[in-house]
């Protein structure tokens, strides 16, 4: 299947990083559409403020679009990718969520058992507001066709090539594993230490040594109140992304535990969820004590 000049578009669902992804197509769409059924108001706000359709419901979405993008949390791309494929969506499916390359190759062969064709997408980045600080990784089939509705955006869309052409699906997926692994391990790690460095009633010598060292123990130092107030928000998310990487590093034939445990580390913030500007203290109150109300 050929995809139009203009096409219809849909988006699966329009949190903060998918209806800014959906508005980076909205220049090459005739529309871009969302399933207003089962969301929340502030999903609604979202896909208004972005300038998305709403088609009701998945059914009437997917009868519509010729293109559907699918930007959800981790433990939900399978079931969505599922949904979709029941639906009998038969064109163009972009996922572009966090998740290992072995469940982005099951995504692939649901959605192509029901005349679907898959492409894998990795994002790297922050929600892309300004250019040259997000980029869409592609790999699969479709790539190429898929890179296409980012042109002139604010959001790169990078095709991973080999022999000229599109690396198969799954490289995608592997990229923002191993690069995720670090950034977002890194500061799982780092929260988990201060944590109980305040249990044992060092974490000011702790804060004064790594400043005294130098160097890169020094923006560990500075970096702190950064990481906290960033990840706090979005730690019910990086906890599913978590165990998707140990599976990449298991399927590689290394060890994964380090990021089981950084998973149950963004799980017990989750009672933080959206809590823009948490403190390194609300952070640390909330590792100690397990919430996760």
Known sequence: MSVPDRPVIGVLHPGEMGAAVAGCVLPAADRVLWASQGRSAATRRRAEAAGLTDAGNLAAMCRSAEI????????????????????????LYLDANAVAP??????????????????????IGSVPRVAGRTRLYLSGPGSDAAAALFEGSVLEAVVLHEDSAPRPVGAASALKMTYAAYTKGRAALLLAIRAAAVAEG??????AEWRRSGSTLTQLADDCDAV?????PKAWRWSGEMLEIAATLEAAGLPGGFH????????RLRGLRDAQGASLDEVVEALRGGDVC
């Open 202 to 207: 060092v974490d000011a010598d702790l804060v």
């Open 260 to 267: 089981q445990a950084a998973a149950d580390v963004y799980q």
């Open 102 to 123: 072995a469940t982005a190759r099951h995504a692939a062969e649901v959605v192509e058992a029901a005349g679907a064709r898959f492409v894998d997408g990795g994002i």
């Open 68 to 91: 559907l993008l699918s930007v959800c949390p981790p433990d939900a791309a399978v079931e969505v990718t599922t949904a979709v494929a029941g639906h009998g969506f038969d064109g």
């Open 228 to 232: 906290a107030a960033r990840g706090a």
